[in-house]
């Protein structure tokens, strides 16, 4: 221990460095902050503001000044003048076991002991070396390979063959290629007085904050960086802790691969904003699309309800309400009351059954097990048969076999339906026909209803012969409204032609 004036309490530790004790707070100072050895033997006061100690690497001083500095967080190593061998030294091995290890004479020579005797030395006669080293970057090494061999330019490296690193001298640049290398500056500091004590310290700007303490390592290596450039810089320090300033310095470019280059990068973030904005405008459209799909269906089921309730009242409400007024007819007597009450009998019957046609016909239209092709057709087949056989007309079915298993919309089955109906009545009761062909069949995604007879035909262009065309106006506007389209081909005395298109999701 060594109290000094002003109440500080300097401690040597075995193998815990240099203690600072003052204010009640104690600061530690280790090799890692520039102590040649963290066994300290002993500790001495020179009065010039310098404090030596012997250790197990020799003996060294240290200005208190710098301690106090570094104490307070203001650096974060000390610098020390260490003595050794070639300083006339025994060995570098100090004595620590008796106390005390060291001792200063009246006279300021300072006295320390060793494991091969006791040295002496007088600080005012110590005379610091005031020529900082030189320093010099002699060789660059990446992966293993040094790049300084030539004088002039460039090397190849690599086991490849390719050149993956160069060093230009003249302009002071080293450049290295794409991808993961070991890259290792390799310099010195001349000093011929002593040279062993020569310290280092080395900052890459770039990627360094602060310069690293490299001791007397003549050598600095990274193990990765990423691309961009830097510029290594070293500098040093001879035996009295006089440094380099200025150093030496070598530019360094680590050239990155395409697809770590600005401008890739730069598409990459455009072509993902793209992306996440097109991926933004499928999402929004789908839900739109789902939105209207949904919008659509129920504006369909509505028009359906509506349809529905129109048939009913149309067809159901008024032929009830026949039924009831012929039943309500009173009776009279005698043979005139057998032929009103037969008539009206035969009335109501005739009421009935076209009252059970148009019921079975709107129960077909909304039950869902008729949405497919085929059932369409069932029931178009089975209504020809029954309409035209009892108007006296043989009818004709050509209905494709392999229907293709297609969901049609209830409106489009009824807007068929009544399509195919009404040039049914048509062909019965204004072509003279005796034979009527009823055609279903499918083609590239298109539902096709031809309705042919072998009629009177009449003139399409001649509205004399086509009558009020209110009918022909009917069949295209009843398609139009399921996005279909009506032909009709017709020619004086070969019969006439009527064709139904709609377009199906398969």
């Known amino acids: 221990m060594l109290s000094d004036a002003d ?8 193998r815990g460095g240099l203690l600072r004790f003052k204010d009640g707070r104690f600061t530690r100072l280790t090799g890692q902050q520039g102590l040649p050895s963290d066994t300290i033997c002993q500790v001495l006061d020179d009065n010039s503001g310098q404090l030596w100690l012997s250790s197990h690497k ?26 050794g061998l070639q300083d006339g030294l025994p060995t570098l091995e100090c004595s620590g076991n008796y106390q005390p290890a060291g001792w200063k004479g009246r006279d300021g020579r300072l006295w320390f002991a060793t ?4 040295v002496s030395l007088q600080p005012r006669e110590m005379v610091a070396n005031p020529i900082s080293p ?7 090494a990446v992966d293993d390979e040094p790049l300084g061999a030539e004088a002039e330019g460039e090397r190849s490296t690599g086991l490849s063959g390719t050149r993956v690193a160069r060093w230009n001298r003249e302009q002071g640049v080293v450049e290295v290629g794409p991808g993961r290398h070991q890259i290792e500056f390799r310099f010195t500091g001349l000093s011929l007085s002593a040279p062993e004590q020569v310290q280092f310290q080395y900052r890459l700007e770039g990627l360094d904050r602060d310069w690293n303490r490299g001791g007397n ?13 830097y510029r290594f810089r070293v500098s040093a320090c001879n035996g009295d802790g006089v440094w380099n300033e200025s150093g030496d310095s070598l530019a360094l470019i680590v050239r990155p691969h395409f697809w770590e280059t600005g401008w890739f990068l730069t598409a990459m973030g455009v072509l993902a904003a793209g992306g996440l904005a097109a991926t933004v405008r499928f999402v929004s459209h789908r839900r739109l699309r789902r939105r209207m799909e949904r919008l659509e269906q129920q504006r369909s089921l509505e028009r359906e309800r509506a349809r529905i309730a129109q048939d009913l009242h149309d067809d159901l409400g008024s032929s009830l309400t026949e039924i009831s007024m012929l039943a309500a007819t009173p009776h009279a007597e005698g043979e005139a009351a057998s032929q009103n009450g037969e008539g009206n009998l035969s009335q ?3 009421r009935a059954d076209r009252l059970v046609r148009a019921l079975d016909e709107i129960v077909w239209a909304v039950n869902p097990r008729h949405d497919s092709v085929a059932s369409l057709a069932d029931y178009l087949s089975g209504h020809a048969r029954d309409f035209l056989g009892a108007a006296g007309i043989r009818a004709r079915l050509d209905v494709q076999r392999d229907l293709p298993a297609v969901t049609l919309k209830p409106e489009e089955r009824h807007g068929i339906y009544m399509a195919v109906k009404e040039a049914l009545n ?9 034979e009527v062909w009823l055609r279903l069949k499918v083609r590239r995604g298109c539902l096709i209803v031809t309705v042919e007879d072998n009629g009177c035909g009449f003139d399409v262009d001649d509205s004399n012969q086509r009558g009020d ?17 009506c032909r009709i081909e017709s020619v004086v005395g070969k019969g006439t032609g009527v064709r139904f298109e709609l377009p199906i999701k398969r």
């Open 7 to 14: 109440g500080t309490l300097w401690i040597g530790t075995y």
């Open 58 to 83: 020799g003996i060294f001083r240290m200005a208190k000044t710098a301690l106090d500095a570094f104490a307070r967080g203001e650096v974060k190593s000390v610098p020390c003048v260490s003595y």
């Open 115 to 118: 494991i091969n005797g006791v």
């Open 134 to 140: 030189p320093v010099v970057i002699e060789e660059i």
């Open 217 to 229: 390592r003549r050598a600095a290596g990274y193990a990765y960086l990423p691309p961009g450039k």
């Open 348 to 350: 109501i019957s005739a």
């Open 426 to 434: 048509n062909a019965a009761r204004h072509s003279h026909a005796t």
């Open 469 to 485: 065309g209110d009918g022909l106006e009917n069949f295209r506007k009843r398609l139009t409204e399921l996005g279909g389209e």
